[in-house]
């Protein structure tokens, strides 16, 4: 099933959190909503989800249904909350008879979600026994509780150590083939390894979206990433004074030259720094990142903001 968002607003004291925002979520794919703290991301999924009215706009199914969709929705917050003194199975068993599913049928619903989420062996363990990652897959079984057709997760991954992190993507490849997932991360490179679809949030509105691979055909560059010792400023400097490099931005000691004609700045840069015996620690050719993107979308859209 999809889901259609038109021209959703909301505004807090007269400031915008979203921005007049129309979007449609495929059904069967997964769909990362990227951008900062404070761009929206949030406030987006709790009105999709019933949690929050929007200020303006409407959220509606591809059936045409609109107003109250939860039962459609599944949800899992930032910041889930469990009653810790309950086991695993015992806590879904809970939370579907606040669904209103039947008892008998709460208990099959608990024991096959669980295990379909990877942590059969630990139902009947407390859930403060429970690992992050485990009560995040916790989590999503609560969501799915009521077999909705859209999944939201909100920060799925963001507060796991990489192994738990692991886990949870791994999973949510899974689950694109029972529901449309639309998740919040401002964790860029599982973006680029989780998903289908894309949306790009700057300020409470959508500045890019698409496919992943679409948008970076649309904004790829290649790039050269060099290390230095010493100051990488004085290397900069030198380095922008090339036709080819179109800019040049230092980050992590290392400094990153993105240029028009790679085979070209590859053999120019190696011969210039052999001349000139610059002592270099690192030289990798490649492309730009979705983090690289992001940047890109978001600094083009501050400066015309400015303007």
């Given at each position: 099933m999809m889901i259609h968002l038109k021209n959703l607003t909301k505004i807090f004291d007269k400031e915008y959190a979203v921005r007049n925002?129309?979007?449609?979520?495929?059904?069967?794919?997964?769909?990362?909503?990227?951008?900062?703290?404070g761009a929206g991301k949030t406030t987006t999924l709790k009105m999709i989800a019933g949690l929050m009215h929007p200020t303006s706009g409407q959220v509606e199914l591809s059936n045409g249904m609109r107003g109250d969709i939860r039962q459609y929705i599944g949800?899992?917050?930032?910041?889930?909350?469990?009653?810790?003194?309950?086991?695993?199975?015992?806590?879904?068993?809970y939370v579907a008879r606040l669904s209103h599913i039947p008892h008998l049928e709460s208990k099959k619903l608990a024991e096959r979600l669980l295990e379909r989420v990877g942590i059969a062996d630990a139902k009947n363990r407390k859930i403060s026994s429970?690992?992050?990652?485990?009560?995040?897959?916790?989590?999503?079984?609560q969501a799915m509780i009521h077999k909705?057709?859209?999944?939201?997760l909100d920060e799925p991954v963001s507060a796991l150590d990489p192994i738990g992190r692991r886990d949870v993507l791994n999973l949510m490849e899974e689950l694109k083939q029972e529901a449309t997932l639309l998740y919040s991360t401002h964790i860029l490179s599982d973006a680029e390894e989780a998903s289908d679809e894309?949306?790009?949030?700057?300020?409470?509105?959508?500045?890019?979206?698409?496919?992943l691979q679409d948008v970076k055909e649309r904004h790829q560059l290649d790039k050269i990433t060099l290390r230095f010792e010493g100051d990488m400023q004085s290397y900069q400097e030198k380095v922008e004074a090339f036709p080819f490099v179109t800019h040049t931005d230092i980050q992590k000691k290392?400094?990153?030259?993105?240029?028009?004609?790679?085979?070209?700045a590859r053999a120019v840069l190696?011969?210039?720094?052999?001349?000139?015996?610059?002592?270099?620690?690192f030289f990798e050719v490649g492309q730009t990142t979705l983090e690289d993107l992001f940047m890109k979308v978001v600094n083009e859209h501050a400066m015309a903001d400015h303007l």
């Open positions: 925002i129309t979007f449609d979520l495929p059904p069967g794919k997964c769909t990362a909503l990227l951008g900062p703290n949800y899992l917050p930032q910041h889930p909350q469990f009653h810790n003194w309950m086991t695993g199975k015992e806590f879904l068993q429970y690992s992050g990652g485990m009560k995040q897959r916790l989590g999503i079984a909705p057709s859209v999944l939201l894309i949306l790009l949030m700057h300020k409470g509105s959508i500045v890019e979206s698409g496919s290392k400094l990153h030259v993105y240029v028009q004609n790679v085979h070209e190696l011969d210039l720094v052999n001349k000139e015996k610059w002592p270099l620690l």
